[in-house]
């Protein structure tokens, strides 16, 4: 490709709107342009990596014996409705009237359209165990586009979904997915950790996500690297710090006049945090026979910890949480900053599973400026749940080892999920086993999102001057650049650049070619910008001295090629730096 007729133009400045580096860079250097929040266009340079990486993964997925499928991006809604989507997935669905005013949805994931097919496509054991996969674009009306590819609303991903007539069919399947993963990801030269994570409108038993560790990332994860647990902030677990046994004590109310917070009550009052219990009131949308309705919700962890919405959105079944409003508390009877459970009724109580083990704790008297002391379960109140609803932090102990564990910030670029027979039970999705028995499809999907697999790449490859991608996914092999030198050198440099570009596309050398009228300091720093891995420079100088000039785009230091090489070496180069990634993929134990 000759730069002279490329699409996509560099930029000097980054738009004041890109938040984070891969977001400026992949602007800057043309490989993107928004069209609307969360709305990209992929330029023909971006186009070229993300041909690339889907390439890898259907690659991967076909080793583990994929087939290839395209499935529409539009469904009609009753397929949603069967499997009861259409009511728990909320604003971010794209819902529409067609023509003839029937409900439709705008895909964000393909479960529903797997189970469709495969109702009446699969009828016997015969036909399982079986991997279908596609790569589609997908829309989610995502409240808060941001970051660039990482987070959108229109986006496109590799989907695969394993069909098994058991379990142990599923648990097979599912392994090889997870290597299958750590095989895209290395071949892409991105660094992933594999977590355990919520399964969330997926449904399923079992989820894992990939993890690119940045701190621009908005998943927190837990690691311990005294064992290797490592899990989604959202359902990791700890080692609880249990509250010192002793016996029950008076209740008493106390005045604590302006003392709404638990830093401000356990300093007034002189006492640990972890004397106390916080109090969480949320609305919570439940799904009922009547359809869906709102229930007012008050949660209790201790109060030197944080509650976790998403183990208290599993512990009710809920579709989803938001914060309960001041009129909404007082509905109640309880007093927001003053709250407690004693002596509420027609409200959903859920504590965390420490609270049964604290004894004599402080907690709101429902009124304005009052606590009581020694407030106990059971005697003084009760939950309708009793669950672990607390949030791990850094430094809390791992639940397998006991070690410290460490909070970091994660992207999600992938993910697995083992979803059983939740999808094909609720559509009818059977097939006759061996011993003649109607038994519903075992499920498992899994999702990979090019687009922010491409972003990670570029946060993760860059430096001052640009981007520095891998070779396995970049635009182009070689950057060539052409300087023009004098007047009289310019049609002997041109010359030599144009037969070297010939020579390297019939060698099948992927070649962005800089044959632009521009000074060699513009087309040095847009070379830098889009960060090819190989430059080769057509220069007056070299080719006086029978050379030309190559320059890995990672490296700083130059070499001098003699002209009658340059193919054979440039192809060399290109080899080595494609076997120093696949030398790098390694067989990852998967754990369950």
């Given at each position: 490709m000759r730069m002279s007729s490329l699409l996509s133009q560099t930029l000097r400045e980054a738009p004041s709107d890109a938040e984070i580096l891969s977001h400026q860079l992949l602007v800057r250097a043309g490989y993107i342009r928004q069209l609307a929040a969360g709305i990209f266009t992929s330029m023909p340079l971006a186009k070229r990596s993300l041909t690339k990486i889907e390439n890898i993964m259907r690659d991967e997925m076909n080793k583990i014996g994929g087939q290839e499928m395209s499935m529409p991006v539009v469904h009609p809604a009753e397929i949603w409705k069967a499997t009861g989507r259409w009511e728990k997935v909320g604003p971010e669905m794209g819902r529409f009237l067609d023509r003839n005013g029937r409900d439709m949805v705008l895909a964000m994931t393909h479960e529903e359209a797997v189970v469709a097919i495969i109702k009446d496509e699969i009828q016997s054991y015969?036909?399982?165990?079986?991997?279908?996969?596609h790569i589609q674009t997908k829309w989610r009306d995502d409240p808060r586009p941001r970051a660039g590819l990482i987070r959108v609303r229109e986006f496109t991903m590799k989907d695969s979904y394993s069909l098994d007539r058991d379990w142990e069919g599923l648990d097979l399947q599912y392994a090889r997915h997870y290597q299958a993963y750590f095989n895209i990801f290395g071949r892409c030269k991105l660094p992933v950790i594999a977590v355990k994570s919520d399964v969330g409108m997926m449904g399923g038993n079992v989820?894992?996500?990939?993890?690119?560790?940045?701190?621009?990332?908005?998943?927190?994860?837990?690691?311990?690297?005294?064992c290797g647990y490592s899990a989604n902030r959202q359902i990791a677990e700890f080692q609880k710090v249990k509250s010192p046994q002793e016996e029950p004590a008076e209740r008493e109310k106390i005045a604590t006049p302006e003392m709404k917070t638990i830093a401000d009550l356990a300093e007034y009052m002189g006492i640990p945090e972890s004397k106390t219990a916080k109090a969480v009131f949320v609305m919570a949308a439940m799904q009922t026979a009547e359809g869906e309705?709102?229930?007012?919700?008050?949660?209790i962890v201790r109060g030197d910890m944080d509650l976790n919405e998403t183990k208290l959105t599993n512990a009710l079944g809920a579709k989803s949480l938001r914060p309960a409003e001041e009129k909404e508390?007082?509905?109640s009877g309880a007093v927001p900053g003053y709250a407690s459970p004693v002596g509420l009724k027609d409200i959903i109580v859920v504590v965390d599973d420490l609270i049964p083990?604290?004894?004599?704790?402080?907690?709101?008297?429902?009124?304005?400026?009052?606590?009581?002391?020694?407030?106990?379960?059971g005697r003084d109140f009760e939950a309708d749940i009793i669950t672990d609803i607390a949030a791990a932090r850094d430094g809390d102990a791992c639940p397998d080892c006991g070690g410290a564990m460490r909070a970091v910030r994660g992207v999600e670029v992938g993910n697995i999920f083992k979803l059983g027979t939740w999808y094909s039970e609720a559509v009818g999705a059977t097939f006759q086993d061996a011993d003649g028995e109607e038994k519903p499809v075992v499920m498992g999907s899994y999702g990979i999102g090019s687009g922010r697999l491409l972003a990670s790449i570029a946060e993760e490859y860059n430096d001052k001057y640009g981007l520095i991608m891998p070779i396995t996914v970049a635009p182009y092999e070689v950057h060539l650049v052409e300087l023009g030198g004098s007047k009289d050198e310019r049609g002997?440099?041109?010359?030599?650049?144009?037969?070297?570009?010939?020579?390297?596309?019939?060698?099948?050398?992927?070649?962005?070619?800089?044959?632009?009228?521009?000074?060699?300091?513009?087309?040095f720093n847009d070379a830098d910008l889009i960060g090819v891995p190989l430059r080769l420079t057509v220069g007056s100088r070299a080719l006086k001295e029978g050379g030309i000039e190559a320059k890995l785009r990672h490296e700083s230091e130059k070499i001098q090629i003699p002209v009658g090489e340059v193919v054979a070496r440039t192809r060399e180069i290109i080899k080595s730096l494609y076997d120093d990634i696949l030398d790098k993929l390694e067989d990852v134990e998967f754990e369950g």
């Open positions: 015969r036909q399982l165990p079986m991997l279908i996969y989820a894992h996500e990939y993890m690119y560790l940045s701190p621009m990332g908005e998943d927190t994860l837990l690691l311990c690297d005294a309705e709102e229930k007012l919700v008050f949660a508390i007082a509905a083990e604290s004894p004599n704790l402080v907690a709101g008297a429902n009124q304005e400026g009052y606590h009581f002391k020694n407030v106990n379960y002997e440099v041109k010359q030599a650049a144009e037969k070297l570009y010939q020579d390297l596309t019939a060698a099948g050398v992927e070649v962005l070619y800089d044959d632009r009228d521009e000074s060699p300091g513009v087309k």
